[in-house]
């Protein structure tokens, strides 16, 4: 889906290739044409959006972020079930999504929701479970229960 950010892909149809292709046009590509064309494959649908939306996360923006991650997640849900890695991780990026437009309460949700299946699926002292627990105390701070971060954080 990314590949047409290269100068070949790009004259596909007699276009010029523009060589100055931002990724935000890349991503914005990518994503319109991602619809129908995995239908017979949700898993990979799934894993290109949540990489869509993740890289849309990293260049702060958090609408397209959404959108992407939410389909990536329904996605994974069925697919996978909910506490499957990938549904974990989209999961996460979705709460990360949340945390940055402000909607904290969600987020905060989200992130005592992935530490829960994360503690039940690998156990507390897998990696994942303890990244999960620092992204609930990241919330948990932000939402000014700084005890309760504190504690988590411990």
């Known amino acids: 889906m990314l590949a ?14 523009d060589p100055d292709l931002k990724v935000r046009a890349a991503l914005d590509r990518a994503a319109a044409r991602i619809a129908g064309q995995f239908d017979s494959q949700p898993q990979v649908e799934a894993s290109i959006r949540t990489t869509i939306g993740n890289a849309y996360l990293d260049l702060g923006l958090d609408l397209p ?8 997640l329904d996605l994974d849900r069925r697919a996978f079930g909910a506490e499957h890695p990938n549904t974990l ?15 904290r309460a969600e987020a905060a949700a989200i992130a ?10 690998v156990g507390s002292d897998h990696p994942d479970t303890i990244l999960a627990l620092s992204d609930l105390a990241v919330v948990q701070g932000a939402l000014g229960k700084s005890a309760d971060a504190e504690k988590l954080a411990q």
């Open 4 to 17: 047409q950010a290269s100068a070949r892909r790009q004259v596909i149809g007699n276009n010029k290739p």
């Open 112 to 121: 005592q929701q992935v530490l829960d299946a994360r503690r039940r699926t």
């Open 65 to 72: 972020a959404g959108q992407q991650l939410k389909k990536a």
């Open 89 to 103: 991780n989209a999961e996460t990026l979705l709460g990360k999504v949340y945390a940055m437009q402000g909607k």
